[in-house]
Each structure stands twice: as C-alpha cells, then as structure tokens.
C-alpha cells in the first residue's frame, strides 16, 4: 500500500506560481510511474502531467504545456509541480496519483483507472 500526500496548494492570483509536492511512502519510489490530476467543479478528472521512474521521460496536457513543469526526486520519495503563469481555468483541486510501471516513455493519454494509488488532493485557486 502506497500513501501519497500533496501539498503547496493555495490562493493565488493571475500571473503567479505555485509549486506541488506529493509525498509516497514507500521505498520502492522508484518504480511508479507518477501522474498529477486535476478535477474542477462539474468536470472529469484530467491528467495535466505524467513523469517517469528516472524523471527523463514526460509529458503534458496541451493546456498546461509550457506553464507547468513536473520532477520528481526518487531520494526524497516526492514528485512536484511547478505551476508557472496560472490562469483562472487552472483552479481546481489538484491530485498526485502513481502506477507501478516502469517505462522509458510516457504519455499523458496513461489511462486513469490504471494509476493504483492517489492523494487526499490540494486545493488551487486562481483569482483575478
């Protein structure tokens, strides 16, 4: 059983960072290929960024490309998401979610249900 808990969500306005952590506890980091989510009110759940087990391979939703940035550090057993230039469509509550898979590529189209593990959630609220 895998555990995984985000933080760094907030309040901020137009224009601003925010930054993501998602801890797992397990010492077989390594070996999950790890995803953040995110759900806005009345919307399906998407997948914004998807990251390997080395961290060399990953890839983005089309509305966050060039804006976020995902790393993870397998030492510290923690993912990240550096969230640069937030829009007010980027509010939503955001998930960290891993699937045991090792791969040299990934894509964002990793289906949902295939990731076994998620977080609580972490707020992001983006005002104008």
């Known amino acids: 059983q895998v555990q995984l808990v985000e933080s760094g969500g907030g309040l901020v306005q137009a224009g601003g960072s925010l930054r993501l952590s998602c801890v797992a506890s397990?010492?077989?980091?390594?070996?999950?290929?790890m995803g953040w989510f995110r759900q806005a009110p009345g919307k399906e759940r998407e997948c914004v960024a998807v990251i390997n087990w080395t961290g060399g391979s990953t890839d983005y939703a089309d509305s966050v490309k060039g804006r976020f940035s995902i790393s993870r550090n397998n030492a510290k057993g923690t993912v990240y998401l550096q969230m640069n230039s937030l829009k007010l469509e980027d509010t939503a509550v955001y998930y960290c979610?891993?699937?045991?898979?090792?791969?040299?590529?990934?894509?964002?189209?990793?289906?949902?249900?295939?990731?076994?593990?998620w977080g609580q959630g972490t707020q992001v609220t983006v005002s104008s």
């Open positions: 979610a891993a699937k045991r898979l090792i791969t040299a590529i990934v894509r964002i189209t990793l289906p949902t249900d295939e990731y076994g593990y």
């Open positions: 397990t010492q077989t980091f390594g070996t999950y290929t």
